[in-house]
C-alpha cells in the first residue's frame, strides 16, 4: 500500500485548511486509516482515525471539536478537515494506514506510512 497526503501549507490562527491522503495498492486489506503529527521538537502525536466500512471515527483530545475525518468506506481516499487552528497544530501531518486491530491511536498498529506534509499556523 502506497499513501500520498496532500493539503498543507500556511494558514493564520482561527483558519481551516483540509488534508487528503490518496492509498494506492492492496487498500482492500485496510483495516485502517489514520493521521499523526508531529510538531517541532515533539513526539509522534495521534490525531485521528477512520475504520473501514463502519465509518466508526476516533479522535486525540486535542482536536476533537475542531478536526473531522471522512473518507471512502474502501480505505481509497481520507480526509482531514482541520478547522479553528491554532500555533500548537503546527506539524508534520502524517497519513497511515494498517490491516491490524486494536487501539487507533498506537503507531505500530499502522504497518504504512506516507511522506508527511507541512501545516503551519501562525497567529
Known amino acids: 500500500v502506497q499513501l500520498q497526503a496532500s493539503g498543507g501549507g500556511s494558514v493564520h490562527a482561527a483558519g481551516s485548511l483540509k488534508l487528503s491522503c490518496d492509498a494506492s495498492g492492496r487498500t482492500s486489506t485496510l483495516y485502517r486509516m489514520a493521521w499523526f503529527r508531529q510538531g517541532p521538537g515533539k513526539e509522534r502525536e495521534f490525531v485521528a482515525a477512520l475504520r473501514r466500512s463502519s465509518g466508526t471515527t476516533f479522535y486525540g483530545d486535542s482536536v476533537k471539536g475542531r478536526f473531522t475525518i471522512s473518507g471512502d468506506k474502501a480505505l481509497t481516499m481520507m480526509y482531514l478537515q482541520m478547522n479553528d487552528l491554532k500555533d500548537e497544530d503546527t506539524a508534520v501531518y502524517y497519513c497511515?494506514?494498517?490491516?491490524?486491530?486494536?487501539?487507533?491511536?498506537?503507531?505500530?498498529?499502522?504497518?504504512?506510512w506516507g511522506p508527511g506534509t507541512q501545516v503551519t499556523v501562525s497567529s
Open positions: 497511515a494506514a494498517g490491516t491490524r486491530f486494536g487501539d487507533p491511536g498506537i503507531e505500530s498498529h499502522y504497518e504504512y
